[in-house]
Antibody, heavy 122, light 109 residues
Framework: EVQLVESGGGLVQPGGSLRLSCAAS????????MSWVRQAPGKGLEWVSAISGGGDSTYYADSVKGRFTISRDNSKNTLYLQMSSLRAEDTALYYC???????????????WGQGTLVTVSS | EIVLTQSPGTLSLSPGERATLSCRASQSVSSSYLAWYQQKPGQAPRLLIYGASTRATGIPDRFSGSGSGTDFTLTISRLEPEDFAVYYC??????????FGQGTRLESK
């Protein structure tokens, strides 16, 4: 069974940092691009970042470019999101999501984790 | 960046009725790289349709997707009680960035 489990969320002050993790199982992790997608409380979905299967290509939404870094450790089947210079508007439930098919980093997502909540507040 | 606009914002229907949800793009979505998701309260989104019209694994055939270019539609042929949820469209043909519509809430009348 394909499974994604996020962790690392919590309460952080504005300007602070946090690292999210997503542990993957049930599929050949290195074959699939992965993304982070967030959802502010009561709001819609916002794509945050994507990374290729090999980890050599990364992409970011303008809203997080220069502040967030996506990475992956294929030996540990784990995806990461390092977040710094956090702002109140980064408050959201952060999902990791698996690309439906092998190929480019951009596609639909056929598996999502349960999400980890990041709250940025003083 | 491609902006996706979903309509209506809220759709009120009864079980057994047909639902038609619209997703309009600000520019053409290349190769029909458009997906639809269902999200229920407290749950992660669930992929329903990708490539504009291909049902994802395990999705009942009462769900169908159609469209191309800038206009796409998700149709639920006969609503079941479990279909009442929020639906999002997503484009991935002109990325980055991947973009989502703002969602359509399908509620039981």
């Amino acid at each position: 069974e394909v499974q994604l489990v996020e962790s690392g969320g919590g309460l952080v002050q504005p300007g602070g940092s946090l690292r999210l993790s997503c542990a993957a199982s049930g599929f050949t992790f290195t074959n699939y691009a992965m993304s982070w997608v967030r959802q502010a409380p009561g709001k819609g979905l916002e794509w945050v970042s994507a990374i290729s299967g090999g980890g050599d290509s990364t992409y970011y939404a303008d809203s997080v470019k220069g502040r967030f870094t996506i990475s992956r450790d294929n030996s540990k089947n784990t995806l990461y999101l390092q977040m710094s210079s956090l702002r109140a508007e980064d408050t959201a439930l952060y999902y990791c999501a698996k690309r439906t098919a092998v190929g480019t980093p951009f596609g639909s997502f056929d598996c999502w984790g349960q999400g980890t909540l990041v709250t940025v507040s003083s | 960046e491609i902006v996706l606009t979903q309509s209506p914002g809220t759709l009120s229907l009864s079980p057994g009725e047909r639902a038609t949800l619209s997703c309009r793009a600000s520019q053409s979505v290349s190769s029909s790289y458009l997906a639809w998701y269902q999200q229920k309260p407290g749950q992660a989104p669930r992929l329903l349709i990708y490539g504009a019209s291909t049902r994802a694994t395990g999705i009942p055939d009462r769900f169908s997707g159609s469209g191309s270019g800038t206009d796409f539609t998700l149709t639920i042929s006969r609503l079941e009680p479990e279909d009442f949820a929020v639906y999002y469209c997503q484009q991935y043909g002109s990325s980055p960035p991947i973009t989502f519509g703002q969602g359509t809430r399908l509620e039981s009348k």
